[in-house]
């Protein structure tokens, strides 16, 4: 069994910075993409970033040049750190990974159970 275990989140006031954090456990082959995605009050989940295993990056536009990206691949963990932070940013970040288990065949999908992010002050 694959599990996704999300942690960093928090209070933190505009402007300021904040990591999140993302492991994936389990009988596991590989991991492609892992990506974080997020979800505001009353809207639609939507995606942040995502990291190739190879570490090609792509990012949101409305988090491009203020949030990174990054992975640990002999840790099989994905990392976001957030900086310049806005109250547009507050929201449940999601992490999610295509991974290939030994007790699956092919690529599966996998989500966390999300880590909330309030930016206020």
């Known amino acids: 069994q694959v599990q996704l275990v999300e942690s960093g989140g928090g209070f933190i006031q505009p402007g300021g910075s904040l990591g999140l954090s993302c492991a994936v456990s389990?009988?596991?082959?590989?991991?492609?993409?892992m990506a974080w995605y997020r979800q505001a009050p009353g809207k639609d989940r939507e995606w942040v970033a995502q990291?190739?295993?190879?570490?090609?990056?792509n990012y949101a536009d409305s988090v491009k040049g203020r949030f990174t990206i990054s992975r640990d691949n002999a840790k099989n963990t994905v990392y976001l750190q957030m900086n310049s932070l806005k109250p547009g940013d507050t929201a449940v970040y999601y992490c999610?990974?295509?991974?290939?288990?030994?007790?699956?065949?092919?690529?599966?999908?996998?989500w966390g159970q999300g880590t909330q992010v309030t930016v206020s002050s």
């Open positions: 990291i190739t295993s190879g570490g090609n990056r």
């Open positions: 999610n990974a295509w991974v290939d288990a030994y007790v699956s065949r092919g690529q599966r999908l996998y």
């Open positions: 389990g009988s596991i082959r590989s991991i492609n993409v």
